[in-house]
C-alpha cells in the first residue's frame, strides 16, 4: 500500500505544526542519535527514502555529501522541500519507496527517518538498497518501536484518575497492517518484530554497526519533561547497517 496522507490539505496541516515540523532535525527527540550513527558525508552520494521536507538532505549537503537525492511520495512535502532548499545538489523527485529503482552501485550512503513502517515489504527495500549501494557503503533508518507499533491503538493503559499504568504489549508476533491514529486521522503502519528488521537485513547482505532503542538520557529528561514516559517504553528503533 502507497499511502499519501499527506497531500490531503487537512492533514498536512496539522503536520506542519508539529515542532519538527517547525523546528527541524533539532526539536527531533531521536536527532543527536541518528546523527551519531551516519557515517562521514563528506564527497558521499547519499539518497534519503520519504524525505519530507528536506531536513536530512539538507543536513547531508552541510557535511559537504557530493550530492543528496530525496525521494518522497507526498507533493505538498516536495513543495516545502523545495521552498526551503538552495542548492543545485540537492535533487527532489516524487517517488514511492515501494518503487525505488536505481543502477547498481548509485549511492554511498541510503538514509531514512520514520518512513520505512509505512512499507509492507521491508525485505524487498533492504535488498533494493543493497544493490543501490557501493560496497561498503551504509544503509541507516528510524523507525517506530515494534513495542510502539504491535497494538494498532498506540497508547497507554490508563487508571480510574486517567493514570498512564502501563504501555500494552499484545499480538507483537501477528506481523502485518495495523490502522492506527495520528494527528486524529487514520493511517495504516505496518508492524514487525525487531527479529525481522534485523533478519531482513542480515539476509539482503548487510552487516549489522549499531542498534538504538533511544533511551533517554539525562539531558533529554532535564529538557522536556515529556522523554519520561521514553523511559517506560521504547518509542524509536534506530539501526544502522552497511554493505559487506
Known amino acids: 500500500m502507497k499511502q499519501n496522507k499527506y497531500d490531503d490539505n487537512s492533514f498536512f496541516a496539522k503536520y506542519s505544526q508539529m515542532p519538527r515540523s517547525v523546528g527541524g532535525l533539532e526539536a527531533a527527540g531521536e536527532w543527536s542519535t541518528f546523527r551519531g550513527m551516519l557515517p562521514d558525508l563528506q564527497g558521499k552520494k547519499v539518497l534519503d527514502l520519504g524525505c519530507g521536507f528536506g531536513w536530512h538532505c539538507r543536513y547531508a549537503r552541510e557535511m559537504q555529501a557530493s550530492s543528496v537525492l530525496g525521494i518522497e511520495l507526498s507533493a505538498n512535502m516536495l513543495e516545502r522541500a523545495k521552498e526551503m532548499t538552495d542548492d543545485q545538489q540537492i535533487e527532489y523527485r516524487q517517488m514511492a519507496i515501494e518503487d525505488i529503482?536505481?543502477?547498481?552501485g548509485?549511492?554511498?550512503?541510503?538514509?531514512?527517518?520514520?518512513?520505512?513502517?509505512?512499507?509492507?515489504d521491508f525485505g524487498a527495500i533492504c535488498r533494493s538498497v543493497h544493490d543501490m549501494l557501493t560496497p561498503g557503503g551504509s544503509f541507516?533508518?528510524?523507525?517506530?518501536?515494534p513495542i510502539f507499533t504491535a497494538l494498532a491503538a498506540q497508547d497507554w493503559q490508563y487508571g480510574p484518575q486517567g493514570e498512564k499504568l502501563h504501555w500494552p504489549v499484545d499480538n507483537?508476533?501477528?506481523?502485518?497492517?495495523?490502522?492506527?491514529?495520528?494527528?486524529?486521522?487514520d493511517v495504516i503502519k505496518y508492524h514487525r518484530t525487531i527479529a525481522t528488521y534485523i533478519n531482513g537485513l542480515l539476509a539482503a547482505g548487510f552487516s549489522l554497526t549499531r542498534l538504538s532503542e533511544l533511551q533517554p538520557t539525562s539531558e533529554m529528561l532535564e529538557s522536556n519533561a515529556a522523554w519520561k514516559e521514553e523511559v517506560r517504553r521504547p518509542m524509536f528503533l534506530l539501526i544502522a547497517a552497511v554493505k559487506a
Open 140 to 145: 541507516v533508518f528510524s523507525v517506530e518501536h
Open 106 to 120: 548509485a549511492f554511498d550512503v541510503v538514509l531514512s527517518s520514520l518512513a520505512l513502517h509505512y512499507v509492507e
Open 172 to 185: 507483537y508476533h501477528a506481523e502485518g497492517a495495523r490502522e492506527a491514529r495520528f494527528l486524529n486521522d
Open 101 to 104: 529503482d536505481f543502477p547498481a
